[in-house]
């Protein structure tokens, strides 16, 4: 037998803001996986991951709930490590994030990546990690809900919320996950990374995890753009809300608006940043997908519902916009039949 395996080190970052959920379940399942049968831990012979948590000061974190995160160490008592990652924060009510709250750790955050480490945020936690810039000119993923901020704080991040994982820059050193429980996807990823893909998979299946291989598409929920100033424009938003599945939504649209349709169409891109058809689709997608998870209607049923005579085009569009099939998508969602719960 070789000699044991130096296991990877690995700091998981708590602020007043960190989620306890994710910081608990990356630090105990992490500093488990040395437990599970896989080849490849037999042959690392020891714990395959060294987890601590670090704080920018000593003593106890109060997170947004109350519970309280107790650090292994301060940042400035950390001068290398193979992995950082920073959770899942509380984010304003806007879901933005207020920049420049943590200068001191976004320096130390650039401090590791520098010295070589992997940098990872999970969930809304990816707000903070762009504050470093490293992220500036590279693909990363969030929260969906967090787009819009996201964007408008830094544009020169290639943003995919489309995707549950995103892996990039030099030598995929910056890894981003999703929304809320995506940070499973980074667990599985780092232990399959780290240890092996047979120890990833033996990790899941006792934790009963998965990879969210369909991205996030059919969990997010379509918000609609209402914070511009175009009373026009809102007018029809609001008429379409209710009135989602008639024959021509967009002519009824701008005539609701009082507008040329030439006129409509410029002054509502402009506004939403998406053309009116494109948004109609989205309020019909998302009137569909309540439908298909409260309901045993047939898909015929529901496509004319919302607004579509032609089924195959109604589940060509779904699949699109949500990445699944109805059939698959109610199959996923639909709340089960429970003892006790009425639907």
């Not at 709930?65 to 304003?92: E, F, H, K, N």
């Not at 750790?105 to 070589?116: D, F, S």
């Not at 993923?141 to 408008?152: D, E, K, Q, Y």
């Not at 410029?266 to 494109?278: C, G, L, Q, V």
Request: charged share 25%.
């Amino acid at each position: 037998m070789g000699a044991k395996r130096a296991p990877t080190e690995v700091c998981i970052v708590a602020t007043p803001e960190a989620m306890v959920s994710p910081v608990s379940g990356l630090y105990e399942t992490l500093a488990a996986v040395g437990g599970l049968e896989s080849p490849e831990t037999q042959r690392a012979g020891g714990e395959p991951f060294a987890v601590k948590i670090v704080a920018e000061r000593a003593g106890p974190v109060r997170s947004p709930s109350g519970l309280s995160i107790a650090p292994d160490a301060t940042i400035d008592q950390v001068d290398r490590t193979d992995v950082v990652i920073v959770p899942s924060m509380a984010m304003t009510e806007d879901h933005s994030w207020e920049v420049g709250r943590h200068p001191h750790l976004v320096a130390w955050l650039r401090r590791m990546y520098e010295g070589g480490a992997t940098l990872c945020s999970a969930c809304t936690g990816g707000m903070l990690t762009a504050e470093t810039g490293l992220l500036d000119g590279q693909e990363a993923t969030a929260h969906w809900i967090t787009v819009t901020p996201f964007r408008r704080r830094h544009p020169e991040v290639r943003l995919r919320p489309e995707e549950a994982l995103v892996v990039s820059g030099e030598d995929g050193r910056l890894v981003t996950s999703g929304a809320s429980t995506a940070w499973h996807d980074l667990l599985l990823y780092l232990v399959a990374r780290y240890v092996g893909p047979a120890t990833a998979q033996a990790l899941a299946r006792f934790q009963l995890v998965q990879w969210h291989s369909d991205g996030q598409d059919a969990f997010a929920s379509f918000e609609p753009p209402t914070d511009h100033e175009d009373a026009a424009v809102l007018a029809a938003q609001r008429w379409i809300a209710a009135n989602y599945a008639v024959a021509a939504p967009v002519e009824e649209m701008a005539a609701v608006a009082e507008l040329a349709p030439t006129t409509f169409k410029r002054r509502f891109k402009a506004a939403t940043e998406m053309t009116p058809i494109a948004y109609v689709q989205q309020v019909r997608v998302e009137k569909a997908k309540r439908r298909l998870e409260t309901s045993a209607d047939p898909v015929e049923e529901i496509a004319w519902a919302v607004g579509y005579d032609d089924p195959a085009a109604f589940r060509r569009l779904f699949k699109r916009t949500t990445r699944l099939t109805p059939g698959a998508y109610r199959r996923r969602f639909r709340l089960p039949e429970l003892e006790g719960v009425q639907r």
